[in-house]
């Protein structure tokens, strides 16, 4: 008897469904208005996926591992770096081309056996300093995985590609993508960077707030943590947690200096974790103190 294969799971690739997603405008745009090749649903992954919504602009971003999501923490505290597209879909034209010269399979689908659309895990365009924007490639993987022939094969059919398009390829690997307490760090002050859904959201409200904890900030001197948000409570118009939580919020938008290596604070660090900034770093007109 034969058995008939079903495509209908979202991790099989057709031919139809890649024509679906070219019309739908997969891959395409930048900015908040770029759709990722493959989201969460679409790719079978061996570790933890995330939905995380960008800081650089306002939309989801599809990561199909904590490598991934660390990579795109990391850059995104990068003062040039001015749009993150992951999940980037490669020409199939050329690296079909690319594979032949090589003498090597292209990737296909292990179900319907189409040669599957090739991605990039991490496009950034960066601004250099009175630069024009630049564009750099970043694959991400587990130093283990560079022990397999077919990884290094298509690593080398996506380094290739990059190569005929002018554009620098890179591998950023896992033994700078596991520091747990500086990851931890950055999504600790990352979890406050937008507040509009935070209940009773004022942002009269939280201006006043931003600005009470900068003019504490500035002249504090040799306290903690615990002690500055104590005394910044005790003169009213703080909830409990909230001194605290605006503070997180202004490291994330970079109008606090913050530095993460050293993984979340306690309320017996020093204060001196948090530094006024006397120019606070700016990343577009969504960073306003209204959102």
Same mark, same amino acid.
């Given at each position: 008897?034969?058995?008939?294969?079903?495509?209908?799971?979202?991790?099989?690739?057709?031919?139809?469904?890649?024509?679906?997603?070219?019309?739908?405008?997969?891959?395409?745009?930048?900015?908040?208005?770029?759709?990722?090749?493959?989201?969460?649903?679409?790719?079978?992954?061996?570790?933890?996926?995330?939905?995380?919504?960008?800081?650089?602009?306002?939309?989801?971003?599809?990561?199909?591992?904590?490598?991934?999501?660390?990579?795109?923490?990391?850059?995104?505290?990068?003062?040039?770096?001015?749009?993150?597209?992951?999940?980037?879909?490669?020409?199939?034209?050329?690296?079909?081309?690319?594979?032949?010269?090589?003498?090597?399979?292209?990737?296909?689908?292990?179900?319907?056996?189409?040669?599957?659309?090739?991605?990039?895990?991490?496009?950034?365009?960066?601004? *250099? %300093?009175?630069?024009?924007?630049? @564009? #750099?490639?970043?694959?991400?993987?587990?130093?283990?995985? $560079?022990? !397999?022939?077919?990884?290094?094969?298509?690593?080398?059919?996506?380094?290739?590609?990059?190569?005929?398009?002018?554009?620098?390829?890179?591998?950023?690997?896992?033994?700078?993508?596991?520091?747990?307490?500086?990851?931890?760090?950055?999504?600790?002050?990352?979890?406050?960077?937008?507040?509009?859904?935070?209940?009773?959201?004022?942002?009269?409200?939280?201006?006043?707030?931003?600005?009470?904890?900068?003019?504490?900030?500035?002249?504090?001197?040799?306290?903690?943590?615990?002690?500055?948000?104590?005394?910044?409570?005790?003169?009213?118009?703080?909830?409990?947690?909230?001194?605290?939580?605006?503070?997180?919020?202004?490291?994330?938008?970079?109008?606090?200096?913050?530095?993460?290596?050293?993984?979340? *604070? %306690?309320?017996?660090?020093?204060? @001196? #974790?948090?530094?006024?900034?006397?120019?606070?770093?700016? $990343?577009? !007109?969504?960073?306003?103190?209204?959102?």
């Amino acid at each position: 008897m034969t058995t008939v294969r079903s495509f209908s799971s979202p991790y099989v690739l057709t031919e139809r469904r890649i024509g679906a997603w070219q019309r739908d405008g997969r891959g395409e745009g930048d900015g908040a208005g770029y759709q990722a090749w493959l989201t969460v649903r679409n790719v079978k992954s061996r570790g933890r996926k995330h939905r995380m919504r960008g800081i650089l602009h306002d939309r989801v971003l599809h990561l199909m591992s904590d490598l991934e999501r660390n990579a795109v923490l990391h850059f995104e505290r990068q003062g040039e770096v001015v749009d993150i597209r992951e999940q980037f879909p490669l020409d199939r034209g050329i690296t079909r081309a690319i594979a032949n010269s090589m003498g090597v399979r292209h990737p296909t689908d292990p179900a319907s056996k189409v040669q599957i659309v090739m991605t990039t895990d991490l496009l950034i365009t960066c601004r *250099p %300093t009175n630069g024009p924007l630049v @564009s #750099r490639a970043f694959s991400i993987k587990e130093g283990k995985d $560079l022990l !397999s022939t077919r990884v290094m094969e298509k690593q080398e059919i996506e380094r290739r590609y990059w190569q005929r398009l002018g554009v620098s390829w890179n591998l950023m690997l896992d033994n700078i993508l596991r520091d747990g307490p500086r990851f931890e760090a950055i999504r600790w002050i990352r979890d406050w960077f937008y507040v509009d859904g935070v209940g009773g959201h004022d942002p009269r409200c939280w201006n006043r707030r931003r600005r009470r904890v900068l003019e504490a900030l500035s002249v504090a001197d040799g306290t903690t943590l615990g002690e500055f948000t104590a005394s910044v409570s005790a003169g009213g118009g703080f909830a409990a947690g909230e001194v605290l939580s605006t503070l997180r919020h202004l490291a994330a938008r970079r109008l606090v200096g913050f530095d993460p290596s050293l993984g979340v *604070p %306690t309320l017996s660090s020093p204060l @001196s #974790r948090f530094q006024p900034l006397d120019r606070p770093h700016s $990343l577009g !007109s969504h960073w306003s103190l209204a959102a």
